[in-house]
Antibody
Framework: EVQLVESGGGLVQPGGSLRLSCAAS????????MSWVRQAPGKGLEWVST????????YYADSVKGRFTISRDNSKNTLYLQMSSLRAEDTAVYHC???????????????WGRGTLVTVSS | QSVLTQPPSVSGAPGQRVTISCTGS?????????VHWYQHLPGTAPKLLIY???NRPSGVPDRFSGSKSGTSASLAITGLQAEDEADYYC???????????FGGGTKLTVL
C-alpha cells in the first residue's frame, strides 16, 4: 500500500528538542523529494522543509531555519525532522508529504500522511 | 497573513456549483509558477485535488476543476455533494521568499 506514517510527536518544553519520523511504503522512496508541512491549531497549512531524493539538497522555511534539520535514510525509506530550540509557535500537527513536479518552483505534494502532533508547552 | 489569499468560507446547496479563489502576486502565481489544490478534513491526510493549475490526479472526480489567470487561480466544484464538505488549500511557490506557500484555506459548507 502506498502510504506515509508519521511518528515521534508529543509534549515538549520550550527550548527542548524532538525528532519526528516518517515511514514511507509502496513507492520508490529514494527517487522523490520529501517534505514536512505543519498545521498549527486553528490555522492553515505551512511548508516547513524539503529534502531532495538524494538528501543532498535541503530547503527550510525562514521560521525554522537554524533550529530544524531534515534528513532521510533511503535504506530505511524513512524521513526525519530533528527539531531543537522549540517554541510555543511550533505547536502543530506535522505532516510528511511526497513531492512531485518539474522544476523547483512547480513542485507539489501528491501523497500525505495523517500527521503527528507536537505540543510545545511548559 | 498568508502569501496566497483565499476566502475563509464558501457554501452551497447539494448539486450547486461553487468556486474558491486564490489570489497571489508577481512573485508567485504571477511569476508563472503552477498552482495546486488540496482537500483536507482535519485529522486526516490532505489530498491532492488539482496539480499544475488544471490537472486532476487519477481518482479525483471531474466535478473538480482548476484554472489560472494572471496573479489568481480558482477551484470550481460542480454538482456539490455532502462529502465535499472540507477545507481547501491552494499552493504555489514564491520566488521572493524562496519557499513553497499555501493559501490560508477555505472552509466549504454544504447546506
Amino acid at each position: 500500500e502506498v502510504q506515509l506514517v508519521e511518528s515521534g510527536g508529543g509534549l515538549v518544553q520550550p527550548g527542548g528538542s524532538l525528532r519526528l519520523s516518517c515511514a514511507a511504503s509502496g513507492f520508490t522512496y529514494s527517487t522523490y523529494a520529501m517534505s514536512w508541512v505543519r498545521q498549527a491549531p486553528g490555522k492553515g497549512l505551512e511548508w516547513v522543509s524539503t529534502a531532495r531524493g538524494s538528501g543532498g539538497y535541503t530547503y527550510y522555511a525562514d521560521s525554522v531555519k537554524g533550529r530544524f534539520t531534515i534528513s532521510r535514510d533511503n535504506s530505511k525509506n524513512t524521513l526525519y525532522l530533528q527539531m531543537s530550540s522549540l517554541r510555543a509557535e511550533d505547536t502543530a500537527v506535522y505532516h510528511c508529504a511526497k513531492g512531485r513536479g518539474v522544476g523547483l518552483g512547480n513542485w507539489y505534494f501528491d501523497l500525505w500522511g495523517r500527521g503527528t502532533l507536537v505540543t510545545v508547552s511548559s | 497573513q498568508s502569501v496566497l489569499t483565499q476566502p475563509p468560507s464558501v457554501s452551497g446547496a447539494p448539486g450547486q456549483r461553487v468556486t474558491i479563489s486564490c489570489t497571489g502576486s508577481s512573485s508567485n502565481i504571477g511569476a508563472n509558477y503552477d498552482v495546486h489544490w488540496y482537500q483536507h478534513l482535519p485529522g486526516t491526510a490532505p489530498k491532492l485535488l488539482i496539480y499544475g493549475n488544471t490537472n486532476r490526479p487519477s481518482g479525483v472526480p471531474d466535478r473538480f476543476s482548476g484554472s489560472k489567470s494572471g496573479t489568481s487561480a480558482s477551484l470550481a466544484i460542480t454538482g456539490l455533494q455532502a462529502e465535499d464538505e472540507a477545507d481547501y488549500y491552494c499552493q504555489s511557490y514564491d520566488s521572493s521568499l524562496t519557499s513553497w506557500v499555501f493559501g490560508g484555506g477555505t472552509k466549504l459548507t454544504v447546506l
